[in-house]
Nanobody, 127 residues
Framework: QVHLVESGGGLVQAGGSLRLSCAAS????????MGWFRQAPGKEREFVAA????????YYSDSVKGRFTISRDNAKNTVYLQMNSLKPEDTAVYYC????????????????????WGQGTQVTVSS
C-alpha cells in the first residue's frame, strides 16, 4: 500500500521560510516523478513544482519560481519543498503527489496524471 505523508507546514510571517517534506512508502520511489500541489479555500488544486526521476527535469509554476525549490532524496524516499520569501497568497494546503510513469512536460503540470496523494499540510502566511 502506498503512503505519502507530508510534514513541515505551519504559520509563518510574510517573508519567512518553511521546508515541507513528503515521505513515501510502498512504491518504487526512485522511479516515480513527484509533484507538489496546493489548494487554497474556494480554489482549484494547482501545480506548484515537480521533479522527475533522476532529477533530470524540475518545473515550477510562475508564481513560485525563484522562491521555492523542489528536491528529492531517493535514499530516504523523501521529496522536499523549500519555500522562501513566502507571501500571504501562498497560504494553502500543500499536497505531494506521485506518478507511476514517466510524464511529458505538460503531463507533469496536471494533477490528473498523478496516482498517489498525501493528506496535505497547511501553510499559512500572515501579512
Amino acid at each position: 500500500q502506498v503512503h505519502l505523508v507530508e510534514s513541515g507546514g505551519g504559520l509563518v510571517q510574510a517573508g519567512g521560510s518553511l521546508r515541507l517534506s513528503c515521505a513515501a512508502s510502498g512504491l518504487p520511489f526512485s522511479s516515480a516523478p513527484m509533484g507538489w500541489f496546493r489548494q487554497a479555500p474556494g480554489k482549484e488544486r494547482e501545480f506548484v513544482a515537480a521533479i522527475t526521476i533522476n532529477d533530470n527535469n524540475i518545473y515550477y509554476s510562475d508564481s513560485v519560481k525563484g522562491r521555492f525549490t523542489i528536491s528529492r532524496d531517493n535514499a530516504k524516499n523523501t521529496v522536499y519543498l523549500q519555500m522562501n520569501s513566502l507571501k500571504p497568497e501562498d497560504t494553502a494546503v500543500y499536497y505531494c503527489a506521485a506518478a507511476t510513469e514517466r510524464l511529458s512536460f505538460f503531463a507533469t503540470l496536471s494533477k490528473n496524471r498523478y496516482t498517489y496523494w498525501g493528506q496535505g499540510t497547511q501553510v499559512t502566511v500572515s501579512s
